[in-house]
């Protein structure tokens, strides 16, 4: 049935930073998400203000749990760690966890699956890509399509361009 039926979907961006590998690797794996600014646009969305992500277990088959100003976590089983190259997880949200004010991330028509980081050397910067997996369900997540895409965009730039931030800053004073 249609209504039944759920499809996978994956969204990337990708931002050239001016810093050493080794530095870009170590801002996606030890993120200091607490320096970065939680624009107003993603508050009026229902997004949640990430507070921290801490890796309780390095490689694969590690985890990093990430807390969010809603009292809820992101547990990521780390599925690949190429340090310098590669980090790829699952996503696992805790129970009530909404974003948009209305969708539960763990048991709704919009989910998180997997994402993945990659450092990709270049001349002079090299390319961050971020990939987000997720799944839309039923007839509300065929709806939540376009949506999702959008808000994603904006939440991976966002992610995206306080890692460079971040890096640029420390590669600068190294």
Not at 61 to 70: K, L, M, T
């Amino acid at each position: 049935m249609m209504w039944l039926r759920q499809k996978q979907y994956q969204i990337e961006h990708v931002t050239a930073v001016r810093a050493p590998a080794g530095i870009v690797w170590r801002h996606v794996t030890e993120v200091d998400i607490a320096s970065f600014d939680h624009p107003a646009y993603l508050a009026l969305l229902g997004i949640p203000k990430p507070l921290r992500a801490e890796v309780t277990q390095a490689g694969e088959g590690g985890r990093r749990v990430a807390y969010f100003a809603n009292g809820r976590t992101f547990t990521q089983q780390i599925t690949t760690w190429q340090p310098h190259t590669r980090y790829d997880f699952t996503f696992k949200a805790s129970p009530g966890f909404r974003v948009g004010y209305l969708l539960d991330l763990a048991d709704g028509p919009f989910q998180m699956t997997a994402g993945s980081y990659r450092i990709v050397p270049g001349q002079d910067a090299v390319q961050l890509v971020l990939t987000s997996q997720f799944m839309l369900r039923g007839f509300i997540g065929w709806c939540l399509y376009l949506p999702v895409r959008l808000v994603l965009a904006l939440f991976q730039r966002y992610l995206l361009r306080g890692i460079k931030a971040n890096a640029e800053r420390d590669a600068a004073h190294a």
